[in-house]
């Protein structure tokens, strides 16, 4: 069956093939690039603030990630994503544990300032972001993604922007709409840096030219289906990850409606 949203995405992504400018964090930048060349982007990975403008004037989409912040990272996301409101590229926020300290929460407070056309976070970071006082396992969620939907929405609706809201069940919302995606497997939660890729892939469907909405849920779907596809060739979480990369670049759009839960 047909879906709109995601009919033709990677068909899409894989024509023009965009370069997405990665200021991310340390722990996953290797294997965020993988995933974005699997699934036909083209990554850079640039945190420096000298050259934030230069790699932003070429690039289609920008990815700002706060997992392992500094202060030089930070000053390169601000210049960033300042060069990318100027040039009308699209960029997304993923708020690593934005509510564990006073400098992610100041920082995430700047960052959202500048607009981004999406956030991808789990439940607590997107109940923190909204102004809850929430408890976090380090980068992992306390709550479940459904008791951040409707914050989630109102968040969407007060920033005017997409929020994803991301778990055993993905919320995409504009403040208006929202879906949900049941895709995906529980091994994504056994190894690092899945959530991180997801941000990612956002940015690479943002860049491909698809709306914001629909840009969400084509990365969502894509994640989550390459994960049911990768889980039965796994023995564990080291080769899930190989797996994962395998099937993100073999999915095409035919696979993705024929497996896509989207409510």
């Not at 929430?134 to 109102?154: C, L, P």
């Not at 007060?158 to 994803?164: D, E, N, P």
């Not at 940015?203 to 039965?232: I, N």
Request: net charge negative; glycine share 10%.
């Amino acid at each position: 069956m047909a879906v709109p949203m995601i009919d033709d995405a990677l068909a899409r992504l894989r024509a023009k093939r965009p370069l997405v400018h990665n200021i991310t964090n340390d722990v996953v930048a290797n294997y965020t690039a993988n995933a974005l060349l699997a699934i036909g982007a083209s990554p850079v990975m640039a945190p420096a603030e000298e050259e934030a403008e230069d790699i932003v004037a070429i690039a289609q989409a920008l990815v700002v990630n706060i997992g392992t912040l500094n202060t030089p990272h930070l000053e390169g996301m601000r210049r960033a994503v300042d060069a990318a409101n100027d040039r009308g590229v699209p960029w997304v926020f993923d708020p690593v544990a934005c509510g564990a300290s006073a400098f992610r929460r100041d920082a995430s407070a700047a960052l959202l300032a500048g607009k981004p056309t999406v956030i991808r976070g789990n439940a607590s970071e997107i109940m923190a972001l909204a102004g809850s006082s929430v408890g976090s396992k380090g980068v992992d969620s306390s709550h479940g993604s459904g008791s951040a939907r409707e914050i989630a929405v109102q968040l969407a609706a007060t920033l005017k922007c997409v929020v994803a809201v991301t778990g055993e069940v993905d919320y995409v919302t504009d403040g208006t709409r929202t879906v949900g995606i049941a895709n995906g497997d529980v091994m994504l939660t056994r190894v690092t840096g899945t959530g991180c890729t997801a941000t990612a892939l956002v940015g690479a469907f943002l860049g491909a030219g698809l709306d914001a909405f629909d840009a969400t849920v084509a990365a969502l779907v894509s994640l989550g289906v390459a994960a049911e596809l990768a889980r039965p060739e796994a023995k564990g979480p080291g080769s899930f990850q190989i797996a994962l990369l395998d099937a993100l670049a073999s999915i095409d759009d035919e696979t993705l409606r024929q497996h896509a839960r989207i409510t």
